[in-house]
Each structure stands twice: as structure tokens, then as C-alpha cells.
């Protein structure tokens, strides 16, 4: 079968699909509770866990996910451990979309997304899709509480900040059904491709824009290009990625160890550190550039 074929099988494949799906869907036995100072991945941990059944406390979550108390920032990896100490599987994945929530609230999954915390914030929040209707998506947000409505473009608008980052976590007996709602994407490197694809497309709608060149470039480098991805990162870099950003990613300085960029790393991470002196991945790619510098 030739490609144009193929692509448009698949084109029709998926509208089929999204056209069999509900009108509105909003999961059930999904717990909010408001957070604490820099809780929402705690506060998101006990709203997953509390859908599938297990309870958990939100001072809890915070003593085993933070590395200090106090400590702003957790992971998406950090969230995804977590909840597998209670027997649920995650996947992270990027470039997600409107599609690819609705297949997967449908199927009775709710989805961790990683977003701005509000239009022209640079700070990270944690919020969970748990319901859509027509245009619209249901969310817990441990800060805007437990009914939170977002437009598509305002979902979208919120979530390009964070490169369309999503996690759903699953009993693992339900793995296949998690498999047929993301299709391809559920394999790693066909996710990283796919964002690539959308890397590609958005930096050149949006050439200005860092988060575009960042998502490229996370994508470039997790399929092994390093030195390609370090260029990328450094225009990311010089367009205005705010000093925040850093404390919650850090494969800039990833990609600019691997290609020896190690004084350009040493400069950045410097200045991170400065607004955030206890980030133990800060710290991490400061101690290997020095020691790089030092042989």
C-alpha cells in the first residue's frame, strides 16, 4: 500500500474513532482536595490513587515525592514512581492532544496533564482530566479546585508551555486498553517521533516562540541526536526561557553535556541555582560540566 494511502486509512481510522465516542463522559470517584505550598503533585497522586481505590494522605505523598519539605518541585517520573508503589503502571508521553484525552477519559482512564498554572504564568502545575463535553474538558485542579472547565484552545494554549506532557497511570491488567486509546503513541520512540513531527511543525509556525524550540529539541535528543538537540536548546535558550523552567527541565543541560558544551551549562545552571540552590538536578549537571572542565 503506498504511503498517501496509508495516511489517509489512518486519517479515516481515527475520525471513525472519534466519532464513536461518547458526546460527554465525567469519571466518577475522583477525590480533590486543595493544596498545600507547591503540593499539586501530591494533591494529584492522592486524586489517581483515590479513583482506583486506595487512599492516601496528602502530607503523605508530599514526605515520600519531595526531597526536602519545602521542596517546589516533582517530576512527572517522580509522580509516575510513586503511584507504582500501589500497584499502577504509568506512561508519560508528549505532543498529546484534544484526541488523545477524550479516547482516554472515554475508556475510563483519567489523565495527569502537565501545564502553566494560568495563562502568562511561568510556574508548572499538575491537573487531572477526569470528564469532556463538546469543546470542553473537566479537570481537578489542586488550585482552581475540583470542577475546573477548559476550552480546547484554552487546554491547548495552557498545555504548549509543557510540549502537550501527559501520564496516565493503570492497573496493569489494563494495559491493552490504555494500548488501543493511544495507538502508536503508547511505544516510547514512536511518541518521541511523533513530537519531533510536532516540534518540527511548530517551530516553524511559531519561530519565536522557546517552548516550541524545547520541545524539539527534548524530542531530537531522546532520539540520539545530541549535537542537533543542543543547538536546538541553546535558540530555546536565547529566545527567553525563564530562569524557572529549569527547575523543572533539565534536558538542556542533558543534551549540552553529551556534546561538551560543558561552560554553556556551568553558565545556566548558575543562574537556576541561584533562585533555586537546593535542586538536586541542578546541581547534578553543575557537578559534571566542573568535573568535565577539570580532566
Known amino acids: 500500500m503506498s504511503r498517501p494511502l496509508r495516511l489517509l486509512f489512518t486519517a479515516l481510522a481515527l475520525?471513525?474513532?472519534?466519532?464513536?465516542?461518547?458526546?460527554?463522559?465525567?469519571?466518577?470517584?475522583?477525590?480533590?482536595?486543595?493544596?498545600?505550598?507547591?503540593n499539586c503533585a501530591p494533591v494529584t497522586a492522592l486524586t489517581v490513587l483515590g479513583y482506583y481505590g486506595t487512599s492516601v494522605t496528602q502530607a503523605t505523598a508530599a514526605a515520600a515525592m519531595k526531597d526536602y519539605p519545602g521542596d517546589p518541585q516533582v517530576s512527572s517520573l517522580e509522580l509516575a514512581a510513586y503511584l507504582g508503589k500501589f500497584g499502577l503502571r504509568s506512561v508519560i508521553r508528549y505532543a498529546g492532544d484534544v484526541e488523545?484525552?477524550?479516547?482516554?477519559?472515554?475508556?475510563?482512564?483519567?489523565?495527569?496533564?502537565?501545564?502553566?498554572?494560568?495563562?502568562g504564568s511561568n510556574?508548572?502545575?499538575?491537573?487531572?482530566?477526569?470528564?469532556?463535553?463538546?469543546?470542553?474538558?473537566?479537570?481537578?485542579?489542586?488550585?482552581r479546585g475540583p470542577a475546573l472547565r477548559l476550552s480546547n484552545a484554552e487546554m491547548t494554549d495552557l498545555w504548549r508551555f509543557y510540549n502537550g506532557e501527559y501520564l496516565v497511570a493503570y492497573p496493569p491488567a489494563r494495559e491493552g486498553e490504555v494500548q488501543a486509546a493511544?495507538?502508536?503513541?503508547?511505544?516510547?520512540?514512536?511518541?518521541?517521533?511523533?513530537?519531533?513531527?510536532h516540534?518540527?511543525?511548530?517551530?516553524?509556525?511559531?519561530?519565536?516562540?522557546?517552548?516550541?524550540?524545547?520541545?524539539?529539541?527534548?524530542?531530537?535528543?531522546?532520539?540520539d541526536d545530541a549535537a542537533t538537540a543542543a543547538q536546538q536548546f541553546d535558540r530555546a535558550v536565547n529566545l527567553g526561557v525563564p530562569t524557572i523552567y529549569y527547575l523543572y527541565r533539565q534536558e538542556a543541560f542533558e543534551a549540552w553535556t553529551?556534546?561538551?558544551?560543558?561552560?554553556?551549562?556551568?553558565?545556566?545552571?548558575?543562574?537556576?541555582?541561584?533562585?533555586?540552590?537546593?535542586?538536586?538536578e541542578l546541581l547534578k549537571f553543575r557537578e559534571l560540566a566542573e568535573g568535565a572542565l577539570e580532566e
Not at 100 to 119: A, D, H, I
Not at 182 to 197: K, L, P
Not at 205 to 215: E, V
Open 199 to 223: 516540534g518540527e511543525q511548530d517551530v516553524k509556525a511559531r519561530p519565536g516562540d522557546p517552548y516550541a524550540w524545547w520541545g524539539l529539541a527534548k524530542a531530537t535528543l531522546r532520539l
Open 100 to 119: 488523545v484525552l477524550r479516547e482516554l477519559v472515554s475508556r475510563g482512564f483519567p489523565v495527569v496533564v502537565q501545564q502553566r498554572l494560568k495563562s
Open 182 to 197: 493511544m495507538g502508536d503513541d503508547f511505544n516510547a520512540t514512536a511518541n518521541w517521533r511523533h513530537a519531533r513531527m
Open 15 to 38: 475520525s471513525a474513532s472519534a466519532a464513536a465516542l461518547p458526546a460527554s463522559v465525567t469519571l466518577k470517584n475522583i477525590r480533590h482536595e486543595y493544596q498545600g505550598p507547591d
Open 258 to 280: 553529551l556534546a561538551g558544551w560543558y561552560t554553556k551549562t556551568l553558565q545556566i545552571t548558575g543562574r537556576a541555582l541561584d533562585a533555586f540552590p537546593k535542586s538536586k
Open 123 to 143: 510556574v508548572a502545575h499538575f491537573r487531572t482530566v477526569y470528564g469532556y463535553s463538546r469543546g470542553a474538558f473537566l479537570l481537578s485542579d489542586p488550585l
